[in-house]
């Protein structure tokens, strides 16, 4: 097989994976489809002169899979690298390994590529729309995008090193993932006093002094009102109360607590 015609497959492996892996979703196999559908290229053409191991190898991928669709493309190249080699005999090692790595990449993708990303540049995004600024928009299209697009260099960091890769990824990525989540404690609680909103009513008069609740709540912890907010909607969620019972309890109770002039 000429290399320049196996790097336009893997390129078409990984496009369907990007638009269509996470898709097919479905209580049965989970990304199990999406997976076979994107490697259907690499094993038409790895199979091509057999067509029962064609058919062993599509059962094979249709196995249950579920992982952050971020990290998938890391396994996936491994998967690759594994079937070119050894086709059939390969097949059982591809099911256990994909079995295995799942789990693990599903964690750390999900702080890397989700959690820590869609926190930092959806809070700056957020911001910038609030004040009018439409760049705002454009910066987590902008941010969404490249997320997307380390599918290429993931998959071939799987395709060249295949499993040795993952000891080496734990151990690199660790520190790595504790810095960042720092830096998204950190936009978290920044956003949670700048952007919740909550204004006491009531109003301290004392000669030519004029005191807001909040201002008076805010001399014994700056944003007080804020973190007591987000602290009973953590809480909530904590409970495993749905969030769109969490967010229709927001609403009511600010509705009646402005409703008695308590919240203005």
């Not at 059939?88 to 964690?107: D, F, H, N, Q, R």
């Not at 911001?127 to 997307?148: E, K, Q, T, V």
């Given at each position: 097989?000429?290399?320049s015609?196996?790097?336009?497959?893997?390129?078409?492996?990984?496009?369907?994976?990007?638009?269509?892996?996470?898709?097919?979703?479905?209580y049965?196999?989970?990304?199990?489809?999406?997976?076979?559908?994107?490697?259907?290229?690499?094993?038409?053409?790895?199979?091509r002169?057999d067509?029962?191991?064609?058919?062993?190898?599509?059962?094979?991928q249709?196995?249950?899979?579920n992982?952050?669709?971020?990290?998938?493309?890391?396994?996936?190249?491994?998967?690759?690298?594994?079937?070119?080699?050894?086709?059939t005999?390969?097949?059982?090692?591809?099911?256990?390994l994909k079995?295995?790595?799942?789990?693990?990449?599903a964690?750390i993708?999900?702080s890397?590529?989700v959690?820590?990303?869609?926190?930092?540049f959806?809070?700056?995004?957020?911001?910038?729309?609030?004040?009018?600024?439409?760049?705002?928009?454009?910066?987590?299209?902008?941010?969404?995008?490249?997320?997307?697009?380390?599918?290429?260099p993931?998959?071939?960091?799987?395709?060249?090193?295949?499993?040795?890769?993952?000891?080496s990824i734990?151990?690199t990525?660790k520190a790595?993932?504790?810095?960042?989540?720092?830096l998204g404690?950190?936009?978290?609680?920044?956003l949670?006093?700048?952007?919740v909103?909550?204004?006491?009513?009531f109003?301290?008069k004392?000669?030519?002094?004029?005191?807001?609740?909040?201002?008076?709540?805010?001399?014994?912890?700056?944003?007080?009102?804020?973190?007591?907010?987000?602290?009973?909607?953590?809480?909530?969620?904590?409970?495993?109360?749905?969030?769109?019972?969490?967010?229709?309890?927001?609403?009511?109770?600010s509705i009646?607590?402005?409703?008695?002039?308590?919240?203005?």
């Amino acid at each position: 097989m000429k290399m320049s015609k196996m790097k336009k497959i893997y390129r078409k492996v990984m496009n369907r994976w990007i638009v269509f892996g996470a898709t097919s979703l479905n209580y049965e196999k989970y990304e199990g489809l999406g997976y076979t559908y994107a490697m259907l290229p690499f094993i038409e053409e790895n199979y091509r002169d057999d067509p029962a191991g064609k058919k062993t190898a599509i059962t094979t991928q249709l196995q249950f899979f579920n992982t952050t669709p971020y990290t998938a493309p890391f396994i996936m190249g491994v998967d690759v690298g594994m079937e070119e080699n050894g086709k059939t005999a390969s097949l059982e090692a591809v099911s256990a390994l994909k079995t295995g790595l799942m789990g693990p990449l599903a964690g750390i993708g999900d702080s890397l590529f989700v959690t820590i990303p869609w926190t930092i540049f959806g809070a700056i995004a957020a911001n910038m729309a609030l004040h009018g600024n439409p760049f705002g928009c454009i910066l987590w299209i902008i941010a969404s995008i490249l997320i997307r697009l380390t599918a290429y260099p993931l998959f071939t960091a799987g395709y060249r090193s295949g499993t040795k890769m993952l000891s080496s990824i734990n151990t690199t990525l660790k520190a790595l993932t504790n810095a960042a989540s720092v830096l998204g404690l950190m936009v978290v609680g920044a956003l949670a006093a700048t952007m919740v909103k909550v204004n006491l009513a009531f109003t301290f008069k004392q000669g030519k002094l004029t005191m807001t609740g909040n201002s008076i709540l805010d001399q014994i912890m700056p944003g007080l009102l804020p973190a007591a907010v987000v602290g009973v909607i953590y809480y909530l969620l904590g409970k495993k109360v749905k969030p769109v019972y969490v967010i229709l309890i927001v609403l009511a109770v600010s509705i009646a607590l402005n409703a008695l002039h308590i919240l203005a």
